[in-house]
């Protein structure tokens, strides 16, 4: 897309979002829901009540714009337990619109046009827009079935024009967690390039394999950094919108801004929810990653019994699958499986600029009788 196009312009280019529209077939056609992902079970009640209160006493009107205050240092708590990063809550911190609107922010804070983004392929889908409506090219290097990047195709792809290079891991659609080398040799990319980094870090409590790394908290990483997380998969509250941009003070000022001009604020009774919910225990995240770990693995073992071959996450809830046994592409068999057998799933395409005609991604955040009924419907 040329640097000179309108924002209109470069509307017309995109396709509405294939994970949400699967959402609506899957309504549609009363079918099971293996497609966007959220999770299935309860939000935690101390979680609900905390909103709900906040809601009582009339807490009602804008937060600040930044997100609320305790909000902020709970969430500077947590980079810092959590994720080995220090931030300063005040003016490094900002609460967005899930995570979602933070990825929009950041590039439409950061990037000048033609400079270049390197994003991972498959890529959750926002990215490419995001990228695209900030004026920037996206750059793909692909993940290898075997979930490993390409390090010389990575060397190959950047270069002077490159301004930001998008990391998410746990990685949304093939599971993969980006292990210390992997995350060592982008850190040396960075720095021998002057590259910034924008993390994607949604998935940070589901890792069944491996462990969770913030390239923010690598040496002379912070700086250059923009860290990304949100709320809504690890407790159950996508419909509330709450996520979280963390950067130094420089790089935050321009995405707050756009921030500022967009959104607002994120809702200010489920900010107060989100306080609680990372005052939630330990056994909390404990609890639900047995719980994912099983539906992953019975996920796995019953398509591994169909014609359709399954690839095995390490992390995250999505499991990408090849369909190329059934003799048609992703867009055909996701649309004859909702209509059919009433079970939706993700056309692989859709994570994609080129290829991924003969995957699809199944989530598994379903639970474990939904995920059973769904099988059965495969006939397995
Ligand atoms: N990240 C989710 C997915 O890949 C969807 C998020 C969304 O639709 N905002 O399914």
């Given at each position: 897309?040329?640097?000179?196009?309108?924002?209109?312009?470069?509307?017309?280019?995109?396709?509405?979002?294939m994970i949400?529209?699967m959402?609506?077939?899957?309504?549609?056609?009363?079918?099971?829901?293996l497609s966007?992902g959220?999770?299935?079970?309860?939000?935690?009640?101390?979680?609900?009540?905390?909103?709900?209160?906040?809601?009582?006493?009339?807490?009602?009107?804008?937060?600040?714009?930044?997100?609320?205050?305790?909000?902020?240092?709970?969430?500077?708590?947590?980079?810092?337990?959590?994720?080995?990063?220090?931030?300063?809550?005040?003016?490094?911190?900002?609460?967005?619109?899930?995570?979602?609107?933070?990825?929009?922010?950041?590039?439409?804070?950061?990037?000048?046009?033609?400079?270049?983004?390197?994003?991972f392929q498959p890529f959750y889908e926002?990215?490419?827009?995001?990228?695209?409506?900030?004026?920037?090219?996206?750059?793909f290097?692909t993940i290898s079935e075997d979930q490993k990047i390409d390090?010389?195709?990575?060397?190959?792809?950047?270069?002077?024009?490159?301004?930001?290079?998008?990391?998410?891991?746990?990685h949304n659609p093939t599971g993969k967690?980006?292990?210390?080398?992997?995350?060592?040799?982008?850190?040396?990319?960075?720095?021998?390039?002057?590259?910034?980094?924008?993390?994607?870090?949604?998935?940070?409590?589901?890792?069944?394999?491996?462990?969770?790394?913030?390239?923010?908290?690598?040496?002379?990483?912070?700086?250059?950094?923009?860290?990304?997380?949100?709320?809504?998969?690890?407790?159950?509250?996508?419909?509330?919108?709450?996520?979280?941009?963390?950067?130094?003070?420089?790089?935050?000022?321009?995405?707050?801004?756009?921030?500022?001009?967009?959104?607002?604020?994120?809702?200010?009774?489920?900010?107060?929810?989100?306080?609680?919910?990372?005052?939630?225990?330990?056994?909390?995240?404990?609890?639900?990653?047995?719980?994912?770990?099983?539906a992953r693995d019975f996920l796995y073992e019953s398509l591994k019994k169909t014609e359709i071959e399954p690839f095995k996450p390490q992390g995250a809830y999505y499991m990408l699958a090849n369909i190329s046994e059934y003799g048609m592409n992703d867009k055909e068999f996701a649309d004859r499986l909702v209509?059919e057998k009433?079970v939706a799933v993700v056309p692989g395409s859709s994570f994609y600029d080129e290829g991924g005609e003969d995957l699809v991604r199944f989530c598994f955040?379903?639970?474990?009788?939904?995920l059973?009924?769904a099988m059965?419907r495969l006939k397995v």
């Amino acid at each position: 897309m040329g640097d000179t196009l309108s924002g209109a312009e470069r509307v017309k280019g995109f396709s509405e979002s294939m994970i949400r529209e699967m959402t609506r077939k899957a309504k549609k056609y009363d079918a099971i829901n293996l497609s966007q992902g959220y999770p299935d079970y309860p939000t935690h009640e101390s979680v609900l009540k905390k909103a709900k209160d906040s809601v009582d006493s009339q807490l009602n009107q804008y937060s600040i714009t930044w997100g609320e205050e305790e909000l902020r240092e709970k969430i500077a708590g947590k980079l810092k337990d959590f994720n080995e990063v220090d931030y300063d809550a005040e003016f490094e911190i900002t609460v967005t619109c899930g995570s979602s609107e933070a990825i929009m922010a950041a590039m439409l804070g950061l990037i000048e046009p033609k400079d270049e983004v390197l994003i991972f392929q498959p890529f959750y889908e926002n990215y490419v827009p995001a990228v695209s409506l900030a004026s920037g090219r996206p750059v793909f290097s692909t993940i290898s079935e075997d979930q490993k990047i390409d390090r010389e195709d990575v060397k190959e792809k950047v270069g002077d024009d490159t301004k930001v290079i998008l990391v998410n891991t746990p990685h949304n659609p093939t599971g993969k967690v980006f292990t210390e080398k992997d995350i060592r040799f982008l850190r040396d990319i960075c720095l021998d390039h002057d590259i910034l980094a924008v993390t994607d870090e949604m998935y940070e409590r589901m890792v069944y394999e491996g462990e969770h790394l913030s390239l923010a908290s690598f040496e002379d990483m912070w700086d250059r950094t923009v860290s990304i997380g949100g709320f809504s998969k690890v407790y159950s509250i996508t419909g509330w919108r709450v996520g979280y941009v963390a950067a130094p003070k420089d790089l935050m000022e321009p995405i707050r801004k756009v921030h500022d001009y967009t959104t607002v604020c994120a809702p200010t009774p489920f900010q107060h929810g989100a306080v609680e919910a990372l005052n939630l225990p330990e056994s909390y995240y404990e609890n639900m990653l047995e719980y994912y770990r099983k539906a992953r693995d019975f996920l796995y073992e019953s398509l591994k019994k169909t014609e359709i071959e399954p690839f095995k996450p390490q992390g995250a809830y999505y499991m990408l699958a090849n369909i190329s046994e059934y003799g048609m592409n992703d867009k055909e068999f996701a649309d004859r499986l909702v209509k059919e057998k009433r079970v939706a799933v993700v056309p692989g395409s859709s994570f994609y600029d080129e290829g991924g005609e003969d995957l699809v991604r199944f989530c598994f955040s379903q639970e474990m009788d939904l995920l059973e009924e769904a099988m059965s419907r495969l006939k397995v």
